[in-house]
């Protein structure tokens, strides 16, 4: 079956800089790639997601590339705030109704 | 907000006991699906059901079961013979896309606020 492995477990950066989480799934089928934002407390709620049709996409301040060829997707933030501190989770569609997730990065954006 | 309950918040049980979590939803979805969610370990499908009276093992089915008797009530029953209940448990839905359907796991999944079992 699919396998997502996300890295870093946690990630500490200072307001204003940017944070990158990387996502790495095994399954060359797989053609969708939701991301995830848990905050302390709350439910998971999707930020952006990717089709394998395309290389990157971006909203404001969060983009999700994605290499097909090395199996990889990643999400970056710029301009980190304290509000993006939160447990973010990446995903891969395994088959119509199932996702697999990554373990979570808990990220920390320092004042 | 978004149209998933699930009840109680919190759930403490006697190792031993059958406890069953309440998952319903008011955004007329088609799929239910619950998830368990351990530190370090991301979120498991243990059930999901794509219809009523109907529903399928995720990846760790063993020592739950589900019910499906209506669209808007999944409840799940965290039996005696899991091993490991005490965690975090997280029910979902999603809607059919477009009008011929299609995958509904491109569908954003709409999570309930979770219940945290503890069984001593």
């Known amino acids: 079956g699919e396998n997502v492995e996300q890295h870093p477990s946690t990630l500490s950066v200072q307001e204003g800089d940017s944070a990158v989480i990387k996502c790495t799934y095994s399954?060359?089928?797989?053609?969708?790639f939701p991301w995830y934002k848990q905050e302390l407390g709350k439910r998971p709620q999707l930020i952006i997601d990717?089709?394998?049709?395309?290389g990157e996409k971006k909203d404001q301040r969060i983009a999700v590339t994605l290499n097909k060829t090395a199996k990889h997707f990643s999400l970056h933030i710029t301009e980190t705030q304290p509000e993006d501190s939160a447990v973010y989770f990446c995903?891969?569609?395994?088959?119509?109704?199932?996702?697999?997730f990554g373990a979570g990065t808990t990220v920390t954006v320092r004042a | 907000d978004g149209g998933i309950t699930q009840s109680p918040k919190y759930l403490f049980r006697k190792e031993g006991q059958n406890v069953t979590l309440s998952c319903e939803q008011n955004?007329?979805?088609?799929?239910m699906y619950w998830y368990r969610q351990d530190p370090g370990q991301g979120l498991r499908l243990i059930y999901y059901?794509?219809?009523?009276?109907?529903?399928q093992k995720g990846d760790i089915a063993e020592g739950y079961s589900v019910s499906r008797e209506k669209k808007e009530s999944f409840p799940l029953t965290v039996t005696s013979a899991q091993k490991n209940p005490t965690a975090f448990y997280l029910c979902?839905?999603?809607?059919?896309?477009?009008?011929?359907?299609?995958?509904?796991?491109?569908?954003?999944?709409?999570f309930g606020n979770g219940t945290r079992l503890t069984v001593t």
């Open positions: 955004l007329n979805h088609d799929a």
């Open positions: 059901s794509q219809i009523v009276n109907d529903f």
């Open positions: 979902a839905s999603t809607p059919r896309r477009g009008f011929t359907g299609g995958p509904f796991a491109d569908s954003p999944l709409h």
């Open positions: 995903a891969a569609r395994v088959n119509d109704y199932k996702l697999s």
């Open positions: 990717i089709r394998s049709n395309v």
């Open positions: 399954d060359s089928a797989s053609n969708y």
